[in-house]
């Protein structure tokens, strides 16, 4: 595909996918996205023809001036879009397939302890929202989500939306996926338990008739009746006998 499609193509994209893209020519100049993945084309042409060394120096000066760090290894399907660009990483392993978008701040990086393939596989269409990681060799379904700030380190399937640390699939398919853990969290937190019910009830009574006996108790003294001891005042003096 010549270079020249490709860069048409890539606006086209711009304006279906940003609500906030102007005319072709502001896209094409102001998109440091665009001319990250642009420059990526020729870098990755020198990377697999031998000349990489080259295409490192390059790949870094792209990322100079774009805020965008994509390794010359990397392979980008067609229709990539970064929008807002800053602080993107992608890994050299990394394969992303067709119709993808990620937002600022994503890392497409390794998990520190894998060599050969060790970045992610993004299908095609796929969203990585602002700030999100997916971490090692893991597959990305195509049609699915990466919610914003979520660290992925597990594959996803297809048509899903993972979100949080870790991320976990929360819709597939457009549906809502049960949070098992949550569930079970919820689900014990809202079951009645009747020993704890009765224990309660009952330790109210006894307060309240504890309450009664002994206001009768002050009621009774203030008439000038001696008051026999209670059971326990009973004990107690037994007790200090003992002693
Ligand atoms: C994940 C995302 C793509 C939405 O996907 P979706 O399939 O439409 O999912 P929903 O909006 O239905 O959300 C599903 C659940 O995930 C939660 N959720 C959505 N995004 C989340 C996120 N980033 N982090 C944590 N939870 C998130 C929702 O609250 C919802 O929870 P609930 O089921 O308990 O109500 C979107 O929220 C997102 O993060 N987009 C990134 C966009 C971005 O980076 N923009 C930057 C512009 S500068």
């Not at 701040?105 to 929202?129: A, F, I, M, W």
Request: proline letters at 5%.
């Amino acid at each position: 595909m010549s270079f020249f499609r490709t860069i048409k193509e890539d606006i086209q994209a711009v304006k279906e996918r940003d609500p906030a893209a102007q005319g072709s020519v502001i896209i094409f100049l102001t998109y440091p996205g665009l001319h990250a993945r642009w420059m990526h084309i020729p870098e990755h042409w020198l990377w697999t023809h031998g000349w990489r060394r080259l295409a490192r120096v390059i790949s870094q000066t792209t990322r100079f001036f774009t805020g965008v760090e994509i390794h010359p290894g990397a392979q980008i399907g067609r229709r990539f879009f970064i929008d807002h660009a800053m602080g993107v990483i992608i890994g050299e392993t990394t394969v992303i397939g067709d119709d993808c978008t990620l937002y600022q701040g994503v890392t497409l990086g390794g998990t520190g302890h894998e060599t050969g393939k060790r970045h992610p596989t993004l299908g095609d269409n796929v969203l990585v929202g602002v700030g999100a990681c997916v971490l090692g060799n893991v597959y990305v379904g195509s049609g699915s989500k990466v919610g914003g700030g979520a660290v992925v380190v597990d594959d996803v399937p297809e048509n899903s939306t993972v979100v949080g640390i870790p991320g976990r699939v929360v819709r597939r398919d457009g549906k809502r996926v049960a949070d098992e853990a949550a569930h079970e969290r919820s689900h014990k937190e809202f079951l009645p338990d009747p020993e704890r019910e009765i224990e309660t009830v009952q330790n109210a009574y006894i307060r309240d008739l504890v309450r009664e006996v002994q206001c009768l108790r002050r009621v009774v003294e203030e008439r000038g009746i001696e008051v026999p001891c209670t059971p326990a005042e009973d004990r107690a003096a037994k007790d200090a006998r003992a002693k």
